[in-house]
């Protein structure tokens, strides 16, 4: 199980949910919503690679040729929504996305893009030297000509994107009683349940006692003292 970081209290019930839901493969996927150059949102469905370090920024890995790079050049502001199937719980995380490719001279930054890569699987390290992304193909594999070292450092089309969150809004989109499914979900070993929205400075937490929510309102220092240590 993921160590929590007690300095970002919205990120204990990401993984949380990423723990509790662990047995869907769907659980690592999420939204990625950016605009274009047109002013027109665009959306596509991006995988989850960790947090940077011990902190709650995301990481996505992505090719430098897909129009979200393009979109994140030209406006670096960006949206996740990431719903959990199997316990009702949808997170929005929106943020500005940082763009780390092969032309960084960060040598830190350039750690983290090669970490990526080689935590990444050879199949998934494949994709990048296939076709321009968009283009029609067929069938899921990398075509049977691609070969690459397991070893080899980074590709130029291999791109790490690094979402820096400002504003987050944790709700659950349905509340679950234990007689609806056996069992009681476990997002906080307390007997009542919180679930959270972010407005402005404060959180807006719904203590749950199993009959009717409560609202109150929290503050980061509060939920510090309700969250699971």
Not at 106 to 135: A, N
Request: glycine fraction near 4%.
């Amino acid at each position: 199980m993921a160590t929590l970081n007690a300095a970002a209290p919205w990120k204990q019930l990401v993984l949380k949910s990423l723990d509790y839901n662990s047995h869907l493969k769907s659980s690592s996927f999420f939204q990625l919503a950016t605009i274009g150059s047109n002013g027109r949102p665009a959306n596509r469905t991006v995988v989850f690679r960790g947090f940077q370090d011990d902190s709650d920024r995301i990481l996505i890995n992505t090719d430098t040729r897909t129009h979200k790079v393009e979109d994140l050049k030209h406006c670096p502001f960006a949206e996740i929504c990431w719903y959990f199937t199997d316990s009702w719980e949808q997170f929005r995380i929106n943020g500005q996305v940082e763009i780390i490719d092969g032309s960084s001279t960060d040598p830190l930054k350039l750690h983290q893009r090669e970490k990526s890569w080689f935590t990444s699987s050879l199949k998934s390290r494949l994709q990048y030297l296939g076709p321009y992304p968009g283009l029609p193909s067929i069938g899921d594999d990398p075509p049977s000509n691609l070969t690459l070292d397991p070893s080899a450092p980074p590709v130029d089309a291999f791109c790490l994107l690094v979402l820096d969150p400002d504003q987050i809004q944790c709700q659950k989109i349905a509340f679950r009683t234990s007689a609806m499914r056996g069992k009681s979900y476990p997002t906080l070993p307390h007997p009542k349940r919180m679930f959270l929205s972010r407005v402005e400075s404060l959180y807006v937490g719904f203590v749950m006692d199993g009959t009717s929510p409560s609202p109150q309102m929290l503050s980061s220092s509060s939920m510090k003292n309700i969250l699971p240590k």
